[in-house]
């Protein structure tokens, strides 16, 4: 793990500018803040080229690391943390054998190295904020064994405001933290656990992000879909494969289909019966078609996409067409298919909506609140059908409140769900009142 590996132009620029700033330690050391040794040392380094203090640290890494990190604790002055910040940082930049001298300062404080900088990641100070993020993916990402709670909890919970923010550089470090993180089992359980995370990285998908952001993003959700419970609930949580489909259609460089494409042989591989419904519905298989005709100058690519044309077509073939409908009801995805129009399907199919303590009836009119239209109109005319089809449905629609909402829908805006809706509240006024 290297400094680089979390790089921003704002940390860059505002790195330069601090590296050349005095910083009152002589008057830390009146103040009896510093210690003259302490003094002694910063002074050697504070202000030096390079090349200098690249000299000192080979020879006295750490006891560096030891008061880099000392000091963090006890000084909390905002240009005194960007300089202590900065000093750190470029002792680990393309240094990977120092940061051991780091994590090994627990043996002397058991304070060090997390809580000066758990601290300064509250800070109001946005540099300060950021670098302290900076070094704590670092050092995380490089423990050799699982990460304590009280170390990682503290900063998902920090790096999960920044990536539902509107702050581009906010967003931006944190997205490059979390990709590090998540390579590790324990952090991808801990991210689960925070809903806002992945929320995040949801409305940044949404929002069409630059092709840099895009591919990270989905590293991310890549990354998450190695965990069982993740691969699980996803997409039912967040209704992440339609966006991925969208992302892969649009994707100019191939390393964002590549990453895609993974995802979702994760997701089939590690819970099938909670993706392939809705990858179906979404019409994933005759983009996967058109995607294995395609040239790749990656390989991985292509048998990627084959597993999952395979795992498609094989789920296809074993479908009913009352299957089809749940999964699209399930997927809030609802268009004009042929099993909404088909008055043979809802003859044989209106009475299983009631299974279940009315489960996928309930589900149906859920979706009589969403701001999509064509859902609107698609799923208030599935309600019509219910009705005409159940010899119940009218008192069942009545007493779930659905009946109400229908009406209203008779006034709205779009002309398509105004006619449906007025069709749907015809059968339910006209069928006759059935409560035995």
């Known amino acids: 793990m290297s400094v680089s590996l979390v790089s921003n132009a704002y940390l860059d620029e505002n790195s330069a500018k601090i590296r050349s700033k ?7 050391q009146r103040a009896e803040l510093v210690t003259s040794e302490e003094l002694a040392l910063i002074k050697k380094v504070d202000r030096q080229p390079r090349a200098k203090t690249e000299s000192i640290l080979v020879s006295d890494g750490q006891a560096y690391a030891l008061l880099y990190l000392r000091l963090l604790k006890k000084l909390q002055r905002v240009d005194t943390m960007q300089c202590l910040l900065v000093l750190t940082a470029d002792a680990l930049l393309d240094h990977d054998e120092r940061i051991p001298l780091f994590t090994r300062a627990a043996q002397s404080d058991p304070d060090l190295p997390y809580l000066p900088l ?6 109001q100070d946005e540099f300060v904020q950021l670098k302290s993020a900076q070094i704590l993916t670092i050092l995380l990402s490089s423990e050799s064994t699982p990460l304590q709670h009280q170390h990682l909890q503290p900063f ?21 933290c979390l990709e590090a993180l998540l390579a590790r089992p324990e952090c991808r359980k801990a991210v689960w656990a925070i809903p806002g995370i992945i929320a995040g990285f949801v409305e940044i998908l949404r929002h069409k992000p630059g092709p840099q952001m895009n591919y990270q993003v989905i590293f991310c959700l890549w ?16 209704d992440i494969i339609p966006l991925l489909i969208s992302a892969a259609q649009a994707a100019a460089k191939e390393k964002v289909i590549r990453v895609i494409v993974a995802t979702f042989r994760n997701l089939i591989t590690k819970a ?3 993706n392939l419904p809705a990858m179906l519905v979404t019409q994933l298989l005759p983009f996967s078609k058109n995607l294995s005709a395609r040239k790749f100058s990656d390989e991985d690519i292509l048998e990627d996409v084959q597993f999952v ?3 498609l077509e094989r789920n296809f073939e074993s479908l009913t067409t009352y299957d089809e409908y749940t999964s699209e009801l399930d997927s809030g995805h609802l268009s004009w298919t042929p099993v909404h129009e ?5 003859r044989e199919n209106a009475p299983k909506l009631n299974e279940k303590d009315y489960a996928q009836l309930k589900v149906l009119i859920r979706l009589l609140g969403t701001n999509d239209p064509l859902v609107l109109a698609v799923a208030v005319h599935d309600l019509g059908q219910y009705v005409k089809h159940y010899e119940r449905g009218k008192k069942v629609i009545t007493d779930l409140g659905a009946k109400a909402r229908a009406m209203e829908l008779m006034t709205h805006p779009d002309p398509d769900v105004r006619y449906h809706a007025l069709v749907s509240v015809q059968q339910l006024v006209s069928h006759p009142w059935v409560t035995a």
């Not at 005095?22 to 830390?28: D, K, N, T």
């Not at 919970?157 to 490059?176: C, E, F, H, T």
């Open 342 to 346: 088909s008055d043979d399907f809802w």
């Open 272 to 274: 099938p019966s909670a």
């Open 223 to 238: 990354l998450l879909s190695f965990e069982q419970d993740v691969a699980a609930q996803i997409n039912k949580k967040f």
């Open 156 to 176: 998902l919970k920090v790096l999960a405001s920044l990536v539902q923010g509107q702050y581009p550089n906010k967003r931006d470090v944190a997205v490059q």
């Open 22 to 28: 005095p910083v009152p330690w002589e008057g830390y």
């Open 118 to 123: 758990l601290r300064t990641l509250e800070a």
């Open 309 to 311: 044309r395979d795992e």
